[in-house]
């Protein structure tokens, strides 16, 4: 699909891509969702307030991740590459979150 500079995904009319925009169908932003996820992310680090270490950070917005990835319909494109460094940093414990 094709992006527009604002970050918004264009669908296009089955009739042809060269329509304008008005013409072209439903403008979707895709930047609610990512909008969404930081706001969790925010929310769960005001909530903490404070960490320790960068080690604490990282698995607590890697809980918030996991967590919110349940509420997915569509899982993002990246997760799988995501899931994986996570998978290296937290070996035994992002086992027994995935199971």
């Known amino acids: 699909m094709p992006l527009v500079p604002d970050g918004r995904t264009i669908h296009q009319s089955p009739r042809g891509p060269n329509r304008t925009r008005a013409a072209s169908g439903i403008i979707i932003p895709v930047t609610n969702s990512i909008e969404a996820l930081n706001s969790k ?11 320790p270490t960068d080690e604490a950070v990282l698995k607590l917005l890697f809980l918030v991740l996991n967590r919110a990835e349940k509420e997915w319909t569509m899982p993002a494109r990246e997760w799988c590459m995501a899931k994986a460094q996570f998978a290296v940093l937290f070996a035994e414990r992002f086992a027994r979150a995935m199971a």
């Open 41 to 51: 992310l925010r929310r769960a680090v005001r909530a903490r307030g404070h960490f």
